[in-house]
Structure formats: structure tokens, C-alpha cells
């Protein structure tokens, strides 16, 4: 029996001459390109795709589209209810209008009684105020004061003050007018309310005195003082 003979290792040259063939063949077995793989597939498959992208971008436009609506409808709402609230804050301020209006109405009305109010009090004689009744006149005349000065009606300052005809309506002058004009004597008390000229004060206006020495400067004595001081010689 006869040895085998040992198969020798290959040569380079072998080595070289096979692999091109190898590497042609795994090129034949997997396309090098999407669109060759695209090709390679059945016509109904590309079709299909071709649908499903034209779906895809269509779906994305519309969602595009949404998204910008949702934007407009929110800037809507926002604008919507700063508009509501400014009607609310507008609605309230008119309302609370309407109400200091009607008020002021009602405390126009009462204004003459209120005045025939101190007009009485200061014509009673000195020597009828020390009666009981006539102080309990004159507290009705001071609780009618303290309602209206809570619904925010407050007199004007006339005697003394430089003339406004925003506050002042003069009925009377004195003098030249040269110089400043000033009120000098109050023929009707006027008021506000809530900032607002309820009733000018009727005047009589004229130049402002030359300023009186100490000495010669009497108190002016009010319907009030002259009441109480009637009051404290009935004690007597």
C-alpha cells in the first residue's frame, strides 16, 4: 500500500485569482442601492409605498393646517375674554355710575330743606333758644348734615376764596374788579358730591380787602354759637 501524498497549502497567486470571484458573487446576492431594492420588488409592493407616502405627507399638511388653527382659536380666546373682562370692569363702573347719579338726584331734592334748615335756625331770636325744642330742631339739622356727608356730600368753601366759576356762581359784585377777585359773602351754600359740583355756591364777589389790624378784627358768630350761647343764659 502506497503513502498518501499531503495536498500542499495554495499559493498566493490562488489566493488572488478566487477572491474576485467570491466578492462578484456577494455583490449579485445583495443590491448595492435602496432604489435597486426598490426595483427588485413586485410592482403591486412599489405602488403601495408610493400610496402610503403620499398619505404620510397629506397627513402631515393637514396636521400642519390643525396646528395653526388651534393657534388661531387660542389668540380668539384670549382676545374673547380680555374683551369680556373689560365689559365686566366697563358694565360695574357704568352701574356704579348710574347709582352715585340717582343719589345725587335724591340729595339735590333735599338740598332747599336742608337750607330752610339753617335759614330757621338763624332767624330765631336770642332770647328763644334756650326752648328744648329748638335744640332738638337743630340736632335733626346736624344728624341731616351727617347722612349726607356719608353719602360723600361735602360743602363748598366760598367766603375768602378766590373766585371759581367752576364752584362759584356770583350773583353780586362789589367794587371795580380791579386786582384779585374774591368771594365776599356766600348767598347760598353750595356743595359736591363724590368730586363733582352737586350745587355751585351763589356769591358776591368783589376785591380783596387790604388786611385788617388784630385789634380791629371781630369773631364772626355762627347760628351754632349763637344757639348755644342762648342755651348757657337759660341755664342762668
Do not use: C
Not at 400642519?64 to 366697563?90: M, P, Q, V
Not at 339739622?141 to 366760598?158: F, N, S
Not at 352737586?198 to 387790604?210: C, E, I, N, T, Y
Not at 369773631?219 to 342755651?231: I, N, Y
Amino acid at each position: 500500500m502506497m503513502p498518501r501524498k499531503k495536498r500542499s497549502a495554495p499559493t498566493d497567486a490562488e489566493t488572488t485569482a478566487t477572491a474576485p470571484a467570491a466578492g462578484a458573487s456577494a455583490t449579485e446576492a445583495s443590491p448595492a442601492t435602496p432604489a435597486a431594492a426598490e426595483a427588485a420588488l413586485p410592482p403591486d409592493v412599489t405602488e403601495r409605498l408610493a400610496a402610503l407616502e403620499q398619505e404620510q405627507d397629506r397627513l402631515q399638511h393637514e396636521l400642519a393646517d390643525k396646528e395653526t388653527r388651534i393657534h388661531e382659536l387660542r389668540d380668539s380666546l384670549a382676545r374673547t375674554r380680555a374683551d369680556f373682562a373689560n365689559f365686566r370692569r366697563r358694565t360695574r363702573e357704568e352701574q356704579e355710575e348710574q347709582a352715585k347719579f340717582a343719589t345725587a338726584l335724591l340729595v339735590a331734592e333735599l338740598l332747599p330743606i336742608l337750607d330752610n334748615f339753617e335759614r330757621a335756625l338763624e332767624s330765631i331770636p336770642h332770647e328763644l333758644r334756650f326752648f328744648s325744642w329748638l335744640q332738638g330742631i337743630d340736632l335733626i339739622h346736624q344728624m341731616a348734615r351727617a347722612v349726607l356727608t356719608k353719602q360723600g356730600v361735602t360743602p363748598i368753601d366760598a367766603v375768602g376764596k378766590p373766585f371759581d366759576p367752576n364752584l362759584h356762581e356770583a350773583v353780586l359784585r362789589e367794587g371795580d374788579g380791579g386786582g384779585e377777585v374774591i368771594v365776599l359773602e356766600e348767598m347760598q351754600k353750595g356743595y359736591m358730591m363724590y368730586n363733582r359740583v352737586l350745587r355751585p355756591s351763589l356769591v358776591k364777589v368783589g376785591p380783596k380787602p387790604a388786611p385788617a389790624s388784630a385789634e380791629n378784627q371781630e369773631p364772626v358768630a355762627t347760628a351754632e354759637d349763637t344757639l348755644r350761647s342762648g342755651e348757657t343764659g337759660a341755664h342762668q
